[in-house]
C-alpha cells in the first residue's frame, strides 16, 4: 500500500490509536502533518522518532472545535505541502458518566470535539480536495455509536452522528473522487481503556470471539487500507475493528 506523493493530515495524531495511525501512514511513505492540541509533547517526541527513522512529518497545533482554527490548519498545510490527499478524523475524547450525574458541560464538549470537530476538518479540507479530484477520508467512530453503552450517552451519541455524517460526505463527494469511510475500533488497549476497571475489562473480554483485545496498529491498518488506492470502490462504509464483538 504505498503511499509515496501523498500529504497525510491526522487529527489527535500524537498519541493512542492516532500515534499508530500517523506512525503507519509515514511508514507506508506518505508525508503526515500530526495535529494536536494539547499533546505537544507527545507530537514533538513521534515527530523526532519517526524524522530519525527518515521518514517525512511535521507537527501543526490545532483545537479542531474551533472552525477559525481547522481552517487556518488546512490552508498552512496546503501553503506547505500544496495539496491534502488523507485526512483522518481521529481526535477525540472521552467525559463517562451516568446521564443523571452527567453535565451539560460533559456533552457539549464530547459532541463538539468527535462530532463538530470531524465536521469542521472535512468542512475545511473538502474544497482543496474537491479541486483535485482527489481524496480519502476516514473517520475515527467506534462501536459504541452501534450499539450504545450504559455511561455513555455522550460519547455514543457523538459516534453514531460521525456514522451518519461519514456517509452523507461519502454521498456529496463520491463524483469529485472523494472516498468516506468511517473505522469503529472495538476493546483497544490505550491508555484510554487502561483506566477501566478490571472487572469491565473482564466483561468485554468475554464478548469477544477472538478473545483478546485489539491493538491500535490493528486500527491503524485498517485506515491504511482506506486511505490507499486499493480501496477506489468502497465509501460511505463503516468498517468494524473489533475482534467480533458487535456483528451487523
Not at 503511499?3 to 493512542?16: D, F, M
Not at 500530526?34 to 505537544?40: C, D, L, R, T
Not at 468511517?182 to 476493546?187: C, E, K
Not at 465509501?235 to 467480533?244: A, E, L, R, Y
Amino acid at each position: 500500500m504505498d503511499l509515496k506523493g501523498k500529504t497525510a493530515l491526522v487529527t489527535g495524531g500524537a498519541s493512542g490509536i492516532g500515534e499508530a495511525i500517523s506512525s503507519l501512514l509515514a511508514k507506508n511513505g506518505a508525508t503526515v502533518i500530526i495535529n494536536y492540541n494539547h499533546s505537544e509533547t507527545k507530537a514533538k517526541a513521534l515527530s523526532a522518532k519517526l524524522s530519525q527513522d527518515g521518514l517525512k512529518c511535521s507537527i501543526y497545533k490545532a483545537d479542531v472545535t474551533a472552525y477559525k482554527e481547522t481552517q487556518a490548519l488546512v490552508e498552512e498545510v496546503i501553503k506547505e505541502y500544496g495539496k491534502i490527499d488523507i485526512l483522518v478524523n481521529n481526535a477525540g475524547i472521552t467525559k463517562d458518566q451516568l446521564l443523571f450525574r452527567m453535565t451539560e458541560e460533559d456533552f457539549d464538549q464530547v459532541i463538539s470535539i468527535n462530532l463538530k470537530g470531524t465536521w469542521n476538518m472535512i468542512k475545511s479540507a473538502s474544497p482543496y480536495m474537491s479541486k483535485a479530484r482527489y481524496g480519502k477520508i476516514v473517520n475515527i467512530t467506534s462501536i459504541a455509536g452501534v450499539t450504545g453503552n450504559a455511561g455513555q450517552t455522550n460519547y455514543a451519541a457523538s459516534k453514531a452522528g460521525v456514522m451518519g455524517l461519514t456517509k452523507s460526505v461519502a454521498r456529496e463527494f463520491a463524483k469529485r473522487n472523494i472516498t468516506c469511510n468511517a473505522v469503529a475500533p472495538g476493546f483497544i488497549e490505550t491508555k484510554m481503556t487502561a483506566v477501566l476497571p478490571d472487572s469491565i475489562k473482564e466483561k468485554y473480554l468475554q464478548q469477544i470471539p477472538i478473545g483478546r483485545y485489539g491493538q491500535p496498529e490493528e486500527v491503524a491498518s485498517m485506515v491504511l487500507f482506506l486511505a490507499s488506492d486499493y480501496s477506489e470502490y468502497v465509501t460511505g462504509q463503516v468498517v468494524h475493528v473489533d475482534g467480533g464483538l458487535v456483528m451487523t
